[in-house]
């Protein structure tokens, strides 16, 4: 089975910090996705990668970046946290760029900004 | 712009109540159409999906669902539920060709009363 591994299950920060959060997967996928979820919003995309040093905008990108180096591991960063970024960010894998692929998803980390 | 839209927010069942959970969407073009459930506590994780022939999909866990073309709709079923079945539901659609990225609905929370 695919993996994908998201390192941090709870994280609490303060505002003004750079946060990075990592996700790893272990099934050589091309695509990677960050979304976050929130209560009565669903999944929203932050931003996504469909291969090694590629990224792409999603929906809400505002106070987020990324960074894919290699082809196995999706960071995103924060680079002033708020507290309006508390939420649980989840992390996606998907091993084409068709749309049929169904996405694996990590187990999340949810982060606290104080 | 694409958009998928689940009705139900919150739903209370007993077992063995059949169940129908709504998905809408809004695309000018041929979809791939995917239901994920997320069970408290753990990932989101693939129920079904589809992309071609059959419209009526099947998945795990005796889960179905049929796309109607007609309704833009893609809405799962279940004959029977289960106190297991509890969880999470989000209905997702992607394009066929050119884009990564999928559209979320705003989740249903499935409720069932042993």
């Known amino acids: 089975d695919v993996k994908v591994t998201q390192s941090s299950r709870y994280l609490v920060k303060r505002t003004g910090e750079k946060v990075f959060l990592e996700c790893v997967q272990d099934m050589d996928h091309e695509n990677m996705f960050w979304y976050r979820q929130d209560p009565g919003l669903g999944l929203r995309l932050i931003y996504f990668s469909y291969d090694v040093k590629m990224k792409e905008k999603g929906d809400i990108p505002e106070g987020y970046s990324v960074s894919r180096e290699k082809k196995e591991r999706f960071s995103l960063i924060l680079e002033s946290a708020s507290t309006n970024q508390t939420s649980m960010y989840l992390c996606a894998s998907r091993p084409g760029t068709v749309g049929f692929y169904g996405y694996t998803f990590g187990s999340g980390t949810r982060l606290t900004v104080v | 712009a694409q958009s998928v839209s689940q009705h139900n927010h919150h739903v209370i069942l007993s077992e063995a109540a059949s169940l129908e959970l709504g998905c809408n969407y809004s695309?000018?073009?041929?979809?791939?159409l995917f239901w994920y459930v997320q069970y408290p506590g753990q990932h989101l994780q693939l129920l079904l999906k589809?992309?071609?022939?059959?419209?009526l999909v099947k998945g795990i866990k005796g889960f179905e669902a049929e796309f109607i073309k007609s309704k833009f709709s893609f809405n799962l079923r279940k004959p029977s539920v289960q106190w297991s079945d509890t969880a999470e539901y989000f209905c997702a659609v992607s394009a066929t060709s050119g884009t990564y990225k999928y559209i979320f609905g705003t989740g249903t929370r499935l409720k069932v009363l042993a």
């Open positions: 589809y992309f071609s022939g059959d419209p």
């Open positions: 695309y000018g073009g041929t979809v791939n």
